[in-house]
């Protein structure tokens, strides 16, 4: 079984920053897509970031030039650093293992609990 474990979310004032982590067992890591989710009180759960086996790395507009996905293969561990929040930031972030075709990333079938992050003054 598969087991991720999110951390480093919190209470930050608009314009901080946080970074978050994904830890990440039962795979092969250093073979595997991962990414992250973030999905708000009465929304869909979307794609904020992810990042590929090499390296690659793709960001929802909305995130685009304030947060930077990476990865430590020796770890076994995402991170997302998050600069410039905003309060429709707010969220409960997840992160998934999974794999990049044709530009998109497609998710395994397992979520964690996922960390909340609330951007608020």
């Known amino acids: 079984q598969e087991q991720l474990v999110e951390s480093g979310g919190g209470l930050v004032q608009p314009g901080g920053s946080l970074r978050l982590s994904c830890a990440a067992s039962?795979?092969?890591?250093?073979?595997?897509?991962m990414g992250w989710y973030r999905q708000a009180p009465g929304k869909e759960r979307e794609l904020v970031a992810f990042i590929s086996s090499g390296g690659s790395t793709n960001y929802a507009d909305s995130v685009k030039g304030r947060f930077t996905i990476s990865r430590d293969n020796a770890k076994n561990t995402v991170y997302l650093q998050m600069n410039s929040l905003k309060p429709e930031d707010t969220a409960v972030y997840y992160c998934?293992?999974?794999?990049?075709?044709?530009?998109?990333?497609?998710?395994?079938?397992?979520w964690g609990q996922g960390t909340q992050v609330t951007v608020s003054s």
């Open positions: 039962g795979s092969i890591f250093s073979l595997r897509a």
């Open positions: 998934n293992t999974g794999v990049t075709h044709s530009g998109g990333y497609y998710p395994n079938n397992y």
